[in-house]
């Protein structure tokens, strides 16, 4: 059995909803399909999920919302008229116009309520389509088929286990399933969403409830690529990469698929397909726990800006015991999450990510770690760049790292960084801002174009 979820750009119009369609019925065993809302149409064109988020903003500010509602009507009625299924429109309307008008005691609830309709309503319509054309399908509520969700202690919404063995049941369904992506439901009947980009999580876990063959994400690239396409024309497609390495990958910014989608799958060894709506015939990257194959030597490289570092100094601090424990402490009291920390004999360097810091909260931070820890010193320099290079294969070659270091300093960068873990997988180097993009370029020339 495979799963297949469809992004926004495959659902954005009629046109493309039928080659979507033409995709799930090429192949009977795309049994289970989870739709994203529908996206944009052009580059300046507004995604729906961003209209229903007007729309609820609207109402929660007091305001009339009837534009912001007419304008997700507008998107959906110019599908169903061009789909010829003008018979679930009315319940389209319903389903948004209850939604908006709902009373509510929460915001946040509120807001993902509404916002969750985008994948509600494209997944009603695709159910009706199919069946329009004479294949059965059904659209399946979340609710109804069991995906619980709840909020950890960040907010993030997060599956409660019961919801597999629920949603394995939609593996004895005859007819097509269409799961909207993004949201479920929490115990007392109330949607919660997941952030955006949020469909590929649930495509995820529809893959590893029925424990599908293979999580296949339809999206509009060929490929993945080793680099960022914006950064080096012509990139080397990356055909297969392990979950690692994907994501030690998007760790650093390489956004394919959003960051928790891989966790049901890699759980389950389930390969995931990254294939184009656009390009069934292009071969698409596969996500797998064991490569068959290597194309390259690196698999890929990405940077990344936004991070900030931390420095401590203390004459002697190899000799105190519990000193790291007590500076970690710290940024656990103070709610930081912590990326990295390279350490010396006597310093050790923290490094995090900067939107999790207001000029109060660096304050707090320097003031704890000098007065709790006695410290020399303590410095924060706020431009710190990640730059990733990744690849399983590096681990049985020699002399990466002095390539790689000696290309960056050639071309005037200073290494404010160097890491490398253990197991081989990557090695990460902090440059100043401002270098991030010229470092990828630099890595890419020199180990790609071999
Ligand atoms: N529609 C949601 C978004 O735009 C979720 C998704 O497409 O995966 O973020």
């Known amino acids: 059995m495979k799963i297949a979820k469809f992004g926004g750009s495959s659902l954005a119009n009629a046109y493309q909803i039928k080659k979507v369609c033409d995709i799930i019925l090429s192949d009977p065993d795309r049994r289970i399909i989870v739709v994203s809302a529908p996206g944009k149409r052009s580059s300046d064109d507004i995604k729906v999920t961003d209209l229903l988020i007007a729309l609820a903003k609207a109402r929660l500010a007091g305001n009339d919302y009837k534009n912001e509602y007419s304008a997700v009507i507008a998107r959906y009625k110019e599908i169903t008229d061009d789909l010829s299924i003008p018979s679930v429109l009315p319940d389209i309307e319903k389903a948004i116009s209850d939604t908006a008008a709902a009373p509510y005691d929460d915001d946040v609830k509120y807001l993902d309520s509404v916002k969750a309709m985008g994948e509600d309503c494209c997944a009603r319509l695709v159910a009706e389509y199919l069946t329009s054309i004479g294949h059965p399908a059904v659209y399946c509520n979340p609710g109804k088929c069991g995906l619980y969700l709840d909020h950890d202690a960040m907010g993030k919404a997060v599956i409660l286990g019961e919801s597999y063995d629920n949603l394995?049941?939609?593996?004895?369904?005859k007819r097509l399933c269409i799961f909207p992506g993004f949201y479920g439901y929490n115990k007392k009947g109330e949607i919660i969403t997941f952030s955006r980009g949020g469909s590929d999580i649930t495509g995820s876990i529809l893959a590893g409830a029925v424990n599908a063959d293979i999580y296949e994400n339809w999206t509009?690239?060929?490929n993945v690529y080793a680099v960022n396409p914006s950064l080096v024309k012509n990139p080397f497609p990356i055909t297969e990469i392990t979950y690692d390495e994907m994501r030690e990958l998007a760790y650093a910014g390489f956004s394919v698929?959003?960051?928790e989608a891989l966790y049901p799958v890699y759980m389950r060894s389930i390969p995931v397909h990254i294939r184009n709506t656009n390009n069934p015939e292009a071969t698409g990257t596969k996500i797998v726990?064991?490569?068959?194959?290597y194309d390259s030597l690196i698999t890929g490289i990405a940077g990344e800006k936004g991070f900030l570092t931390i420095t401590v100094d203390k004459y002697l601090m190899n000799h105190q015991v519990g000193f790291l424990m007590n500076l970690l402490k710290i940024f656990t009291?103070?709610?930081i999450s912590i990326e990295h920390m390279p350490s010396g004999i006597d310093s050790v360097t923290i490094i995090a990510r900067k939107k999790y810091f207001t000029d109060e909260k660096k304050e707090i931070i320097k003031n704890r770690i000098k007065n709790e820890l006695k410290v020399d010193s303590v410095h924060i320099e706020e431009d710190l760049a990640i730059v990733m290079l990744v690849g399983e294969a590096m681990a049985n070659?020699?002399?990466i790292?002095?390539?790689a270091a000696s290309a960056l300093s050639s071309a005037?960068?200073?290494l404010k960084i160097v890491n490398q873990g253990a197991s081989e997988i990557s090695m990460m180097f902090g440059v100043a801002e401002e270098y991030c993009n010229y470092a990828v370029r630099v890595l890419y020339k020199e180990l790609f174009r071999y």
């Open 257 to 259: 698929l959003h960051e």
């Open 397 to 399: 070659s020699v002399g």
């Open 412 to 414: 005037g960068i200073n």
């Open 289 to 293: 726990s064991k490569r068959t194959h």
């Open 333 to 335: 009291e103070e709610g």
């Open 220 to 222: 509009d690239v060929d």
């Open 401 to 403: 790292m002095a390539r």
């Open 168 to 173: 394995e049941e939609l593996a004895h369904e």
